[in-house]
């Protein structure tokens, strides 16, 4: 049976672990969720004119980042891989976002 070399070069084949965060710490997040959640309720019922719809969508988008960073593990987790699944979201998005402008200019109605 071969041994390896050195304790060195076999700590460079073992993968990193998550760092694992406390229970208070998911719990903390959570209520950071749910305060964006009624704060989004509540701006809906403030006139803002144009810039509704752009708070809302901020505010989803600080709760999505923060459910994908910590709930989803992405913090600490494989930078190649997540460089992968984000490309190919972006792609996915790109075919969806063409395919919808592509009906909408050959509609007749325009």
Do not use: C
């Given at each position: 049976m071969?041994?390896?070399e050195s304790t060195h070069e076999h700590d460079l084949t073992v993968e990193h672990e998550h760092t694992t965060h406390s229970?208070?710490?998911?719990?903390?997040?959570?209520?950071?969720l749910l305060v964006l959640t009624i704060t989004t309720a509540a701006v809906a019922f403030i006139n803002l004119g144009p810039f509704n719809p752009v708070v809302a969508l901020l505010i989803a988008t600080i709760k999505a980042t923060l459910v994908i960073l910590?709930?989803?593990?992405?913090?600490g987790a494989s930078e190649k891989l997540t460089g992968v699944v984000?490309?190919?979201?972006?792609?996915?998005l790109a075919i969806l976002l063409t395919l919808s402008l592509a009906d909408y200019l050959t509609r007749s109605w325009r």
């Amino acid at each position: 049976m071969a041994q390896p070399e050195s304790t060195h070069e076999h700590d460079l084949t073992v993968e990193h672990e998550h760092t694992t965060h406390s229970q208070g710490f998911y719990i903390a997040i959570g209520a950071v969720l749910l305060v964006l959640t009624i704060t989004t309720a509540a701006v809906a019922f403030i006139n803002l004119g144009p810039f509704n719809p752009v708070v809302a969508l901020l505010i989803a988008t600080i709760k999505a980042t923060l459910v994908i960073l910590f709930f989803m593990h992405v913090k600490g987790a494989s930078e190649k891989l997540t460089g992968v699944v984000v490309l190919s979201a972006f792609f996915f998005l790109a075919i969806l976002l063409t395919l919808s402008l592509a009906d909408y200019l050959t509609r007749s109605w325009r």
